[in-house]
């Protein structure tokens, strides 16, 4: 379980809308230590977690969403709060939540713990030039596929695809729940083809436009691309424009465990499977989402549970702006986690006692009038 370094931190990340810009508030508690005598802050006890991250490489930025309702001026901020290694920090009150609009703050403000239903598109590779690995990949490709049915609520719904040479739907999101439970065994048998990943995810996101709600595209792929259209580049820039996380199970690991079964003269031995890794990691945090390097079938159910917790949880923050117009130019938003005792930044302790460092993602602005923003958020970080 989870034994992480000590450190305090005043939380807040802001966002530039529109311009790009990333800024971010640091605060030091560093006065608390120095001064002898002062008044220790109230700290937080949340659960253990594990010690290192599920996902390889950087995780993206999840997406904050804020609201405004003209008529009331009531703003809904929807964020997550993490431990350095991404998980979750529950347990965080509703007077530990500062928040400031325009420098102002603000005051009668609620908070609440959101478990969002999601859309999910599952789209997993399905064959290839390589016919020794097809089978083994479709074996992989139901198994991950029946856990992601584990964990879908009755207010979920998924799309299933697989690719190849092109991307085929197989069901729609619009299917009951006893048609996805047969599908992962009516996919059929692969195909040496072309293996063109990037033509399929970029697909994928179109396929994703207009579905409304908390929304993903989870791939399963060895990262492999050997005829696409679309570069890589230019999927990039698609994905950071589509704003839809996609998180990654990588089989490159199942392809070495082959490379060692049929040894390095077979066709795929020689394909670079460390850089089509770090380009899946890349896709991922590019879109908000992470990757998962699969080393085993045991490791599914804790990759999952990290996926639907990242995409599913949020704090929900509502207050009744201070600004009594309904409308004007955009404004700031920023969000500290204190010790309403002390104002000092708060403490959060794991269950061992350790205080936990921690990350608030929430967007910088919000503009009156406009009923909904979503945006990935960069994490604050203010360590003591």
Do not use: C
């Given at each position: ?28 508690g ?14 937080v006890?949340?659960p ?7 996902y ?56 609440e ?13 399905f ?30 719904k ?70 696409s ?6 999927l ?39 850089a ?8 991922a ?10 080393q ?18 949020r ?18 938003i ?28 929430v ?17 604050s970080?203010?360590?003591?």
């Amino acid at each position: 379980m989870t034994r992480l370094a000590v450190a305090t931190i005043t939380m807040s990340s802001l966002l530039w809308l529109g311009s790009g810009v990333w800024t971010t508030h640091q605060s030091s508690g560093q006065a608390e230590q120095s001064q002898p005598g002062t008044q220790s802050s109230t700290s937080v006890t949340v659960p253990n977690r594990p010690a290192n991250p599920l996902y390889s490489g950087k995780s993206g930025a999840p997406q904050s969403e804020i609201e405004f309702a003209p008529l009331t001026r009531t703003v809904t901020l929807k964020l997550q709060v993490q431990d350095p290694n991404g998980y979750f920090l529950p347990n965080i009150r509703r007077e530990n939540f500062a928040v400031y609009e325009d420098g102002v703050r603000q005051r009668s403000v609620t908070v609440e713990v959101e478990h969002a239903p999601v859309t999910v598109a599952f789209v997993t590779e399905f064959g290839g030039r390589f016919h020794e690995l097809n089978k083994t990949l479709a074996s992989e490709a139901r198994m991950v596929g029946q856990e992601l049915l584990e964990v879908l609520g009755r207010n979920d719904k998924v799309a299933v695809f697989k690719y190849a040479d092109k991307l085929t739907p197989v069901v729609d999101f619009n299917q009951d729940r006893a048609s996805l439970d047969a599908v992962f065994d009516h996919l059929g048998t692969p195909e040496s083809s072309e293996v063109n990943l990037f033509d399929a995810v970029s697909q994928a996101i179109q396929s994703m436009r207009g579905v409304a709600g908390r929304n993903a595209i989870i791939l399963v792929s060895t990262g492999m691309d050997t005829f696409s259209r679309t570069t890589f580049d230019q999927l990039l820039q698609e994905v950071r424009a589509a704003g839809i996380p996609i998180y990654v199970i990588s089989l490159s690991s199942m392809v070495s465990r082959e490379v060692g079964v049929v040894g390095p003269t077979a066709p795929f031995a020689r394909i670079d499977w460390t850089a089509a890794e770090k380009r899946l990691e890349m896709l991922a945090q590019t879109s908000g989402g992470r990757a998962y390097s699969l080393q085993s079938e045991v490791e599914l159910p804790a990759v999952f549970d990290d996926i639907m917790e990242n995409l599913r949880i949020r704090y929900v923050i509502t207050y009744t702006s201070s600004n009594p117009s309904a409308e004007g130019p955009p404004r700031s938003i920023r969000v500290d986690l204190v010790d309403p005792k002390t104002g000092q930044p708060l403490k959060i302790r794991d269950a061992a006692g350790k205080v936990v460092a921690a990350h608030v993602f929430v967007q910088q602005t919000y503009v009156p009038k406009m009923s909904s923003t979503k945006s990935r958020a960069r994490e604050s970080r203010a360590i003591i």
